[in-house]
């Protein structure tokens, strides 16, 4: 139940970024979390297929690379994910009959994963330089089996005695949530706390983005 | 996060304090113009692109973002690529979302009978006539008045390089000196389209190449480090020829 | 999305510029871009940078019948991915022509030339046997990819190691990391592809970049190993031309050469990670924050961030004022909503907890002195009775 003080301490991996990664991409980033690491790359506006054209909207289109084998469902999820996501925080109004791809490469997996390809498509959004209502930030974080302690930013070692995992995103403007994914069993007072430890925790991806666009925007 | 003039911004940040300079004399307050990367929600103004903002007087508000695919905007010059000539018009590529039409009439001293000698391939340097959201984009290689002015087809002697959009802007930037470093000591020719494309032509293969890496190089040196930049090619320059 | 055609202008120029003996970025003309390998943190995963150019391998294996014709030898898969990361034009979904040769090319290079020592991933003869799989992934085009990937799936290969079995009759035994040690793959020789372009004045350059292919009239790619042992050989017109001369011959000493110490460097790298591996009790140890710069403009390293969160709190939503003067508000807040909660429950909880509450406020003037965990501690322990 409730513990009475007021604050905790909780860690978050290392976050590490390359932008402009790729030569080949309107928008590159290669993202890591710990050892979780995603490369993203944006392509668009650019023509698109008369099937999937949309006359009054940008069509959005992921791929998610994994990387052995060929996509599996699981992987699906992420690009559906990760659609609906981006759909929400680009304005899809102002490029009419044009389409953007949005390419992820899975690189490794410690944990994660989910909220490490929201980032790093969000980041390579805004190196693409299209424009956004908001960014969005996603973070995860488990219900410990036994203690039930909400652990943030989990990686493989801790997620092997999860009782339950979540994935949410949040806008930057009021921290609301854009996606929400979770796996296992919990109960609505865990899942609550665990909303809210992750909305405050979204701050620092926030600052994170804010750093790495403060960097090279003086010189660009 | 709200913010003001001069800070890096991020989409969904909310502006401060926009105010428009109220000129003596004048009773009308004049209006407040939003440039790239800002727009208004209500009352309130959002920033959507990454960058810094900036404010131009009288009450002009841009957001400076780095990005290398373009969209086309009215008025601006391109570098483009024929890929096809069909009927009246050739399509042309400037590397945005649709191909751009170029009228056969719209050249300097074009006629039904007198057409423009233009292969699928050859480059040109033309202006943007329509560019709009829901529409094709429309090229012209005249002005106003009918004449060329330097707009055209550009010759195939030269080469053509890609940059980002940013780069375009900064090196077209009144106040940035490369152009002119780059210039005192050799000779070259130059087109930079707005769409991230640069034709470049100098005297010999090897000053392109160095031209050209320069302007490349450019992309992450501030204006003050340019002056160093050039010496180091000019330097290398020597040593080849 | 079609790709962005190819002008007149840098046509003129390329060929000017291979005629001339220089190249777009300052290399001789069979002078090499050069390579950088980082390893992931599994075995047999590495990411290789060709200059621009960039694949991802990883090896991964699992148990299969073997086929009928090799009852005693293990399968190897190459799949060569051709994703719209590495350039617009490429399609998802269906593999393309492109992503066909070159998955053609590295089986002629890695499978056929019988480089991988097959039998010794043999379990039960006719019954299981190891089946390699090799998925590359190319995430930046800007030419020779047949090169970047051949030095990936090399790498990927020696890096790699398989769980340990032990076959008692009927049964196998696949071993955990923590039981046995992981094996190497058994590798007899060690091929690289090592690729050329022709140009239309008949000058040949090595390791060509995007615009170069798009320029060249013929191609040429060598799969060498470090015993100068030619392994696979591809020739190919990409135009009409007669111009193209006798290349092979006239290459293929330099590629020998270059392919030696190709593999010679490829080699030291999967030594240095797989001993720093072996010397450490946890083998997680992911190269890949290597691959990122520290000083470049556009990337950041950033350290464990270590926050303190506010902690939730159901009554939050009521009260925020509340909550902020002290503790023991805290506990009538909570009891307040817990007594809304469980209005059903006897009365007699609430009087329970009130009295406890009460007790609490006394104990907390009490340890006000102490420490906070401690302090901490006896609210839990309250808490607790009250459920």
């Given at each position: 139940m409730v513990e009475e003080d007021t604050e905790i301490d909780c860690v978050l991996r290392p976050m590490n970024c390359e932008i402009n990664?790729?030569?080949?991409?309107d928008g590159s980033t290669m993202f890591m979390q710990g050892d979780t690491t995603i490369v993203a790359g944006i392509n668009g506006p650019m023509e698109v297929k008369s099937q999937k054209m949309a006359y009054d909207k940008l069509s959005i289109e992921v791929t998610y690379t994994p990387l052995t084998g060929p996509a599996k469902v699981d992987d699906r999820l992420i690009e559906t994910y990760i659609r609906e996501s981006c759909e929400s925080a680009i304005?899809?109004?102002?490029?009419?009959?044009t389409m953007i791809c949005i390419n992820l490469q899975e690189v490794?997996?410690?944990?994660g994963l989910l909220a490490c390809a929201i980032n790093a498509s969000c980041l390579a959004l805004i190196n693409s330089g299209l424009s956004m209502k908001f960014t969005i930030a996603a973070v995860s974080c488990m219900i410990e089996k036994e203690t039930g302690k909400i652990i943030m930013d989990p990686d493989n070692t801790q997620l092997k005695n999860a009782k339950a995992e979540f994935t949410y995103a949040f806008d930057s403007?009021?921290?609301?949530?854009?996606c929400c994914h979770s796996v296992g069993r919990f109960s609505q007072s865990e899942f609550l706390a665990s909303v809210d430890k992750c909305k405050q925790v979204s701050q620092f991806i926030f600052d994170f983005y804010r750093e790495i666009t403060k960097k090279y925007a003086n010189t660009v | 996060m709200e913010v003001s003039v001069g800070d890096v911004v991020m989409p969904g940040d909310s502006l401060k304090d926009i105010k428009s300079t109220k000129k003596e004399g004048k009773n009308e307050r004049e209006n407040v113009i939003l440039g790239p990367g800002l727009r208004r929600e209500g009352d309130k103004v959002y920033v959507c692109k990454a960058g810094i903002l900036k404010r131009r007087d009288p009450a002009v508000y841009y957001v400076d973002s780095y990005q290398k695919r373009y969209i086309p905007s009215r008025g601006e010059n391109v570098v483009g690529i024929v890929t096809q000539k069909s009927g009246d018009i050739y399509k042309v590529d400037v590397g945005a979302s649709e191909q751009a039409t170029l009228s056969y009439?719209?050249?300097?001293?074009?006629t039904k009978k007198n057409r423009p000698d233009l292969q699928v391939g050859d480059v040109i340097y033309a202006k943007m006539l329509v560019a709009s959201k829901d529409m094709e984009p429309e090229l012209v290689c005249v002005d106003s008045q009918g004449k060329e002015n330097e707009l055209g087809v550009l010759s195939s002697d030269g080469m053509v390089f890609t940059c980002s959009l940013s780069l375009v802007r900064k090196l077209l930037n009144?106040?940035?000196p490369l152009f002119r470093i780059l210039g005192r000591n050799q000779a070259y020719e130059l087109a930079a389209g707005m769409n991230g494309r640069i034709w470049i032509k100098a005297r010999s293969v090897q000053e392109t190449i160095a031209a050209a890496n320069a302007i490349l190089a450019?992309?992450?040196?501030?204006a003050s480090e340019m002056q160093k930049l050039c010496a180091r090619i000019e330097k290398t320059l020597l040593l080849v020829t | 999305m079609r790709e962005v055609p190819l002008t007149n202008c840098e046509r003129n120029f390329v060929n000017k510029c291979i005629e001339e003996e220089t190249r777009l970025d300052g290399r001789r003309l069979l002078q090499p871009r050069p390579v950088k390998i980082y390893f992931g943190s599994k075995w047999g995963c590495c990411m290789v940078s060709l200059g621009h150019t960039k694949a991802i391998a990883q090896v991964s294996c699992d148990i299969r019948q073997p086929k009928t014709f090799r009852p005693n030898e293990g399968t190897i898969y190459i799949n060569v991915e051709l994703a719209?990361?590495?350039?617009?034009h490429f399609e998802s979904g269906r593999q393309s022509e492109a992503a066909i040769l070159i998955s053609r090319q590295l089986e002629k290079c890695f499978k056929d030339s019988k480089c991988?020592?097959?039998?010794?991933?043999?379990?039960?003869?006719?019954k299981k046997v190891w089946s390699l799989r090799i998925d590359i992934n190319i995430i930046?085009?800007?030419?020779?990819l047949i090169d970047c990937a051949s030095i990936a799936v090399l790498a990927a290969l020696m890096h790699f190691h398989r769980p340990d079995v032990t076959s008692t009759g009927e049964e196998i035994i696949i071993h955990p990391a923590s039981e046995k040690d992981f094996l190497p793959l058994t590798l007899f020789h060690y091929p690289v592809c090592v690729s050329f372009i022709t140009f239309e004045n008949g000058n040949t350059i090595m390791d060509p970049t995007y615009i170069e292919e798009r320029v060249g009239v013929a191609e040429l790619t060598l799969g060498m190993n470090s015993y100068r042992e030619l392994c696979s050989l591809h020739f190919d017109y990409?135009?009409?031309?007669?111009?193209?001369?006798?290349?092979i011959s006239a290459v293929s000493n330099h590629a020998a050469n270059y392919a030696t110490k190709l593999v010679q460097d490829i080699k030291e790298a999967v030594a240095k990670d797989v001993q720093s591996r072996y010397k450490k009790?946890?083998?997680?140890?992911?190269?890949?924050?290597?691959?990122?710069?520290?000083?470049?403009?556009?990337t950041m390293i950033s350290d464990h961030i270590s926050i303190k969160l506010q902690k939730w709190d159901e009554t939050m939503i009521e009260d925020h004022a509340e909550i902020e003067n002290n503790n023991k508000s805290c506990i009538i807040k909570h009891e307040e909503g817990s007594a809304e909660l469980i209005?059903?429950?006897?009365d007699s909880i609430n009087k329970e907890e009130s009295f406890n509450s009460t007790y609490d406020s006394d104990s907390d003037n009490q340890c006000?002195?102490?420490?906070n965990p401690e302090k901490k501690h006896i609210i839990i322990d309250l808490v607790d009775d009250s459920d």
């Open positions: 990664l790729l030569s080949r991409s304005l899809v109004s102002l490029h009419p009959n490794q997996d410690s944990g403007i009021n921290k609301d949530i854009v | 009439l719209a050249f300097e001293g074009a009144p106040e940035c450019a992309e992450y040196t501030v | 719209p990361l590495a350039a617009q991988v020592d097959l039998e010794s991933l043999c379990i039960v003869a006719d930046n085009h800007d030419g020779n990409l135009t009409k031309t007669m111009t193209v001369e006798d290349v009790d946890d083998s997680d140890t992911s190269r890949f924050k290597e691959s990122i710069q520290t000083n470049k403009i556009t209005s059903v429950f006897d006000l002195e102490l420490s």
